[in-house]
C-alpha cells in the first residue's frame, strides 16, 4: 500500500515542482555576501534556504474535504508524522488536490515553523482511525486542521484554493445568505433535506437577534439584522445590554 502511494505521488513531482519554483519567495532569501566572500570569490550576493526541508502530500480526487491531514497514531507505537513535525522536523508542507485528468488543482503551502508556534500541532484534535482497501481499521489515525483554520492563524504562505479565497458578505442577512446559498446548492443537486437543514439554521441564527438589546434598536426596527450587526449582537457584554 506504502508503495503504491508513494509511485502514484510521485508521478505529480514535475507539477509539484513547477508550483514551488513559483513559491522561491516564501524559500529562499537573497543576502549581501561577506567583504571576503566579495574579494576572494566573485561574489556579491548569496541565496539562503529558509529551513530547506519541504513535505509533500497529495490526496486523490475523491477527497472533497480542504483539510491538512496528518498521521498523529500508530497502534504499534510507532513514531508519527505529527510527533516528527512537533520535534521541530520540516520548515514547509505542499498539500495539494488533484483531479480526474491528473493535475493538481488546489495546494496550501504550510509554514510549519508558524504551526508549530500557533499551537495548533498540540490542540486536542479528534482522532480519525484509518481504513483498508476492505473498510476495516488499519491500525493508524490521523487528524484533520480545516485550512481556514491554518489560513487565519497566519500557517499558511500561500495557497490555491477557492475555499479560502470566498468572503461572507457581512452586509447581508443571514436569512438572505441562506436564500442565495439554497439557489446555488440546488444548481449543484443538493438534497432537499440537507436545504431544509440549513434553513432550519439559518432561521435559529435569526432568532437570537434581539433588537431590544441594541442601541440602535430604533434605526434597525423593521429591518433584518446583517451579519455585521449580528455579529456585534452576540460580543454585546451582558453587563451592558439594556434593562427591560
Not at 532569501?29 to 574579494?39: G, N, Q, T
Not at 477557492?162 to 443571514?174: E, F, G, M
Amino acid at each position: 500500500m506504502y508503495q503504491q502511494d508513494r509511485a502514484w505521488e510521485g508521478s505529480y513531482q514535475d507539477q509539484v515542482l513547477a508550483i514551488l519554483n513559483t513559491q522561491m519567495h516564501h524559500l529562499v532569501e537573497l543576502a549581501i555576501a561577506s567583504d571576503y566572500k566579495d574579494r576572494k570569490q566573485a561574489t556579491d550576493f548569496v541565496v539562503k534556504m529558509k529551513g530547506g526541508d519541504i513535505a509533500v502530500r497529495l490526496r486523490r480526487p475523491r477527497y472533497e474535504q480542504r483539510d491538512w491531514t496528518i498521521r498523529a497514531r500508530r497502534d504499534n507505537g510507532t513514531k508519527t508524522e505529527l510527533a516528527k513535525i512537533r520535534e521541530g522536523y520540516g520548515s514547509h508542507y505542499f498539500y495539494g488536490w488533484t483531479d480526474e485528468l491528473h493535475g493538481i488543482t488546489e495546494w496550501i503551502l504550510i509554514d510549519l515553523n508558524k504551526a508549530r508556534a500557533s499551537g495548533l500541532l498540540t490542540r486536542d484534535w479528534v482522532l480519525i482511525a484509518n481504513k483498508d482497501l476492505n473498510g476495516r481499521p488499519d491500525g493508524t489515525y490521523f487528524i484533520a486542521i480545516p485550512a481556514s483554520v491554518l489560513r487565519d492563524a497566519g500557517c499558511l504562505l500561500d495557497w490555491r484554493c477557492p475555499i479560502l479565497s470566498r468572503q461572507v458578505n457581512l452586509y447581508v442577512s443571514p436569512n438572505e445568505g441562506l436564500r442565495r446559498a439554497e439557489h446555488g446548492y440546488s444548481a449543484r443537486g443538493i438534497p432537499r433535506r440537507d436545504l431544509e437543514i440549513i434553513n432550519t439554521i439559518g432561521s435559529t441564527l435569526q432568532s437570537q437577534a434581539h433588537w431590544d438589546d441594541h442601541p440602535d434598536e430604533r434605526e434597525q426596527r423593521g429591518r433584518e439584522p446583517t451579519y455585521q450587526q449580528m455579529r456585534g449582537l452576540w460580543a454585546w457584554p451582558q453587563s451592558s445590554q439594556r434593562k427591560k
